[in-house]
């Protein structure tokens, strides 16, 4: 799967990607064509593919030469060297086997390099809305800062007409300086998630990172069918490697079969001088075929049994996998509603306190403001939005997970 192939399939990711604009398809598409590991997936996969040349080729051509110390007397004089070549040929059918089976090796080394680009995507995503998360939040927190300057305005006025107490803005003043705090802690994570970001990019570490501005849960979520899990790449590259011990047992049975070989022996004769003979001098040349049978080889017959307890071994890990993907499916569908109707909690609990804030900001206006209860109030909104920031990170990085499986 090539890297816009990749970039595609998250794009599909309808209500997780559209909403973000070009960003993080842009950090995933930096991140696919840097990252070590799947350079290194994708080298491999490259390796084995040669392999088919190395695998397309006939067993070595024999020479040999050898030369009478103590020349042997024939009736047209006496021999003096032998030279010979002999080309061993495989059973009929087995370099195609040789090939179908190393191509079978690559294809599950494909796999290996789409999950590792999916599994590099998903991180991407998942660290992407973690950085959301805490601009979101400082956000929201210069906004609470914004409004208890307000009511400290409020407070001091009141202050000076005696409707209130100088402890009333000394708690006010307290309030901003602890969200202060929480924002200063929040940059100081968001630097050091920025490194990490960084570095599944493999990219600078201090390299600027940008996120959107605003995520929303959308109205409809779509119902997810655990099905699906049987094309995910995880579970096809068992699929790859059974068909591969199927070639494997194919080779297998060419190899048992025996191998013919041709070759040519050239014998130097020299000449009679006591006598002469008909043909004399003549050199002797002697076409040869042989054959090669694996009479006495037990190694076929083990690998063949090796064969059918590997393609056990691949179907058990199969099932055991795809329970695990499964389950992971089902756990990340309960998150991600979960974090729907936490959601929906929080937008209606922060609806009714603004509608307590407005109240207590009219009641500004008859004298009877209590910078208590504006605390309280403040406190709740803010503790409701954040609620809700984490609901729509946690919304997406299920839609991530879910993605990952089923798309």
Known sequence: MSNN???LFFASMVFVWNMQGQDLQGYIKIALENNPEV???DTKYKRISEKKEEVNTLPNTEFGAGYFVSTPETRTGPQRFKLSVKQMIPFFGTITARENYVSSLADATYQDMVIVKRKLATSVAQSYYKLYEINAKQKVLDENIDLLKTYEKLALTSVEVGKASVVDVLRLQIRQNELNQQKEVLQETFLGMQKAFNKLLNQEVNTPVSVIDSLQIPTEVDKMQPNTLKLHPELVKFDKLYASVEKSELLN??????MIGFGLDYVNVEKRTDMNVVDNGKDIIMPMVSLSI???NKKNKSISKQNRLQQEEILSQKEQRYNTLEAVLYRAV?????AVISYQTQLKNLSQAKNAEQILVKSYETGTIDFNDVL?????????QTNMITSVVNYYTQ???INYLIQ
């Not at 049975?253 to 025996?258: A, L, M, R």
């Not at 309280?376 to 409701?384: A, C, G, P, V, Y």
């Open 5 to 7: 192939k990749i970039i």
């Open 39 to 41: 350079q290194q997936f």
């Open 334 to 338: 309960s998150d991600r509603n979960t």
């Open 253 to 258: 049975q060419k190899e048992k079969q025996p």
């Open 294 to 296: 694996p009479i006495f």
């Open 399 to 401: 839609s991530a997970i």
């Open 376 to 384: 309280d109030i403040q406190e709740l909104q803010l503790k409701f």
